[in-house]
């Protein structure tokens, strides 16, 4: 890379240190930590919620599935994402909104000793984290990668200085930091994205018209929506899970919604990254759908963005794309890493040392930005020990959309008055029967389908907790209670209000038991 290059990318890193200082004078408490003190505008939380949703995967595994297969990636990856956030933003974002209105808690998991039992909280919350800590090991992977394209530098260098910039200003700055360092880096990502399609128009000839031409010249199969292992019934699946995903699932992501300040911006906040998946991915991968045509002969498809990069953009645009590339992984590996810190402070911890309930605000949150520093410090270690970069990718890809629906459909499914009868039976069941599931199929049966790998659990899961919860309900007050207390009131008037609704303390999420 040119001098340029290196300038933009030293100044990315400078504007987010800078963002994390100023974020932590915003931070007095762990509610301020993990929440932003419910006071995060909409549109803030929309991009950031937007953001948070994925990788430098984008950037490598995705482009080089756009480049083997064409426009199926944007129909089967993202579009489900739309769909899904689109849904919950009716659904479940305002839901997650009043939870920390009504009950101030600070994680996504915390009300769910109540809603279920300690046993099931503490199920979900270990598993999960476990689940999370490969997940981000495989997103410093692939920003190393690109690092090594670009620069030549080694992958334990990459996932060292990229682990360390985001270890910094998320630890410092909390949700504050992440939302923030999300709007500067979409920005970013923007220019670079669209200087790419610019040149990439420009080498396929013709000006604007020669889009139109460039259908005709894909290889075959590059146009139709479901081609190759993607298949209606993949589709179908990923629909599913992404539902399930990205409207609390993945906790960082339910996060954006508890840190607005009502209901009804919570639901904003979602409708505007639900329009963002619709059009932004489309924007990412064009850039490695033409290059089929550009570059046909690329031995490894997972580089093809970083080498049209280096060959098409002229010095200083160069660093701003991998700085793009660097924005989308240190954004949702900031975001694992404070959603994740908020279950080990709030879930974990207590449930282990009773006398974590009681701690002052000044301690409770110095553990919570200690929880940061030892999970991404954790996961950077994972991502230095992986011996082979695209097979770990491939399953921890296979991996997160598996396993999701064990974890989130006990979590979100909690909230609705539908199943206000499924109890602590129903809900471990189901995560314990979708995670055996997975396993059988996966390792004992070693199936290599991947719908197979991703129905099983995801509908094992699911029928399970339905099934369990109508044969044997557990009707329960508390339960009824905070279903009741998240639920929109008859009149249709209380997303207008930051309404505080009177429980009983019995049902009060992270009260003693």
């Not at 209105?101 to 996504?108: D, G, H, K």
């Not at 992977?141 to 990229?162: C, D, K, P, Q, R």
């Not at 974990?348 to 006398?355: F, H, L, S, T, Y």
């Amino acid at each position: 890379m040119a001098w340029l290059d290196w300038a933009a990318l030293g100044g990315y890193f400078l504007v987010m240190l800078l963002i994390g200082l100023w974020s932590h004078r915003r931070v007095g408490d762990v509610s301020d930590y993990f929440t932003g003190g419910g006071r995060m505008p909409w549109w803030l939380s929309g991009i950031s919620h937007h953001m948070s949703g994925y990788s430098a995967a984008v950037f490598v595994a995705y482009a080089a599935i756009a480049y083997s297969y064409g426009i199926t990636v944007y129909v089967w990856a993202f579009l489900p994402l739309a769909l899904g956030t689109g849904v919950g933003a009716w659904l479940f974002a305002p839901r997650w909104n009043r939870l920390r209105q009504r009950y101030a808690v600070a994680s996504p998991l915390e009300y769910l000793a109540k809603r279920y039992n300690v046993p099931t909280q503490q199920a979900l919350a270990w598993s999960g984290a476990l689940l999370k800590v490969f997940d981000v090991a495989a997103k410093w992977a692939s920003v190393a990668v690109l690092l090594n394209v670009f620069t030549g530098m080694s992958m334990t260098t990459g996932i060292l200085i990229t682990g360390v910039v985001t270890l910094l200003y998320c630890t410092v700055g909390g949700l504050w930091a992440d939302a923030l360092t999300d709007f500067g880096q979409f920005v970013i990502q923007g220019i670079a994205a669209l200087a790419m399609v610019w040149v990439v128009v420009d080498r396929l000839g013709d000006g604007i018209s020669g889009l139109g031409t460039l259908w005709h010249k894909l290889p075959e199969g590059h146009g139709h929506p479901l081609v190759g292992p993607y298949t209606a019934t993949f589709l179908g699946a990923y629909v599913v899970v992404k539902l399930f995903e990205y409207n609390g699932g993945m906790w960082n992501l339910a996060q954006r919604y508890m840190a607005t300040d009502t209901p009804q911006a919570a639901r904003r906040s979602a409708e505007l990254s639900a329009v963002l998946y619709v059009v932004w991915p489309a924007v990412l991968l064009f850039p490695p759908v033409a290059a089929a045509v550009l570059l046909p002969d690329i031995a490894d498809p997972q580089k093809v963005y970083a080498l049209m990069a280096e060959s098409y953009l002229p010095a200083g645009l160069v660093g701003l794309t991998l700085a793009g590339m660097f924005s989308h992984t240190m954004a949702m590996a900031s975001s694992d890493a404070n959603a994740v810190s908020a279950v080990v402070t709030r879930d974990i911890i207590p449930a282990v040392v009773r006398r974590a309930k009681e701690l002052p605000p000044a301690t409770g949150l110095l553990i919570a930005r200690v929880c940061t520093v030892v999970f991404i410090t954790v996961s950077m270690l994972v991502a230095i020990e992986a011996d082979h970069f695209g097979g770990v990718l491939g399953i921890i890809v296979g991996l997160v959309a598996a396993v999701m629906g064990p974890i989130s459909i006990p979590m979100l499914l909690g909230l609705l008055p539908l199943f206000r009868k499924c109890g602590p039976r129903a809900a471990l069941s189901s995560w314990a029967l979708g995670l055996l599931g997975y396993v059988l199929v996966k390792f004992v049966l070693e199936s290599t389908d991947q719908t197979v790998v991703i129905v099983t659990p995801l509908v094992t899961s699911l029928v399970v907790y339905v099934v369990v919860g109508l044969l044997s309900p557990e009707p329960d007050a508390t339960a009824d209670a905070i279903v009741a207390a998240v639920s929109p009131a008859p009149d249709g008037d209380s997303d207008a209000e930051p309404a505080v609704t009177a429980v009983p303390q019995a049902a009060v999420p992270g009260t003693s038991d």
